[in-house]
């Protein structure tokens, strides 16, 4: 497995329930992040996270709680989501103090009903 | 308020012109510049970066131009092919290099006309 990867690429969920995105990086970074893009408007940072630790909180609200155990993993948890948080939830990651070109996952395409 | 912007929504052009894709920004402190592409589906493709000390880079078909006078960049695409298709985002990242987390366009999406 090549590059960064997202699980599931697609979710439907109700406001009551909790789930889970996971995103694993291939590339030996050790910077990543978080990012929405929802209808309309430009991706939007949510989290960072460099050597596991949080370094970026974005205003983003409690029910998205971010998670990164390793350089190599990075989960949002998700808890009494809203239908206008229905959006693509993207995954990058980049070599940190480097350029900082990031790379992407594919995304999670989240439905709240 | 928005701090990078691309104005246009979409873009058409003829296959083997030039594509032509423009961004302005508003935060002078952005020190890094990037463009990348985007396919239904998937996540963005990174294409080309610029530092704020350069005003050109070029890479294959693809060169960003930037104007740090006139907070503008653009991003010149020739010969455009069938396969450019698709969405570009213009994006920008702080004195780390953009590694605090990147600022967005709306993005620009390039038809190419056979």
């Known amino acids: 497995e090549t590059g960064v990867t997202q699980t599931p690429r697609h979710l439907v969920m109700g406001m009551t329930n909790k789930k889970s995105l996971k995103c694993e990086q291939h590339l030996g970074h050790n910077a990543m992040y978080w990012y929405k893009q929802s209808a309309k408007k430009p991706l939007e940072l949510m989290f960072v996270y460099n050597f596991k630790e949080q370094t970026e909180n974005n205003s983003v609200p409690s029910r998205f709680s971010p998670e990164c155990p390793n350089s190599s993993h990075l989960f949002l948890h998700l808890h009494t989501l809203q239908p206008e948080d229905s959006a693509l939830y993207l995954c990058a990651s980049s070599q940190n103090g480097g350029v900082g070109t990031q790379y992407f996952g594919p995304g999670t395409r989240l439905l709240v009903l | 308020d928005q701090q990078v912007k691309q104005n246009s929504p979409s873009l058409s052009v003829q296959e083997g012109r030039i594509s032509i894709l423009n961004c302005d920004y508003t935060?002078?402190?952005?020190?890094?510049f990037l463009w990348y592409k985007k396919y239904p589906a998937e996540g963005p493709t990174f294409l080309i970066s610029i530092s704020s000390i350069k005003d050109k880079n070029e890479d294959g078909r693809f060169t960003v131009f930037l104007n740090k006078s006139a907070k503008h960049l653009s991003l010149h695409i020739v010969p455009s092919q069938p396969g450019d298709s698709a969405v570009y985002f213009c994006?920008?990242?702080?004195?780390?290099?953009?590694?605090?987390?990147?600022?967005f366009g709306k993005g620009t999406h390039l038809i190419i006309q056979p």
């Open positions: 994006a920008a990242g702080g004195a780390r290099g953009g590694a605090d987390g990147l600022t």
């Open positions: 935060n002078s402190m952005f020190d890094y």
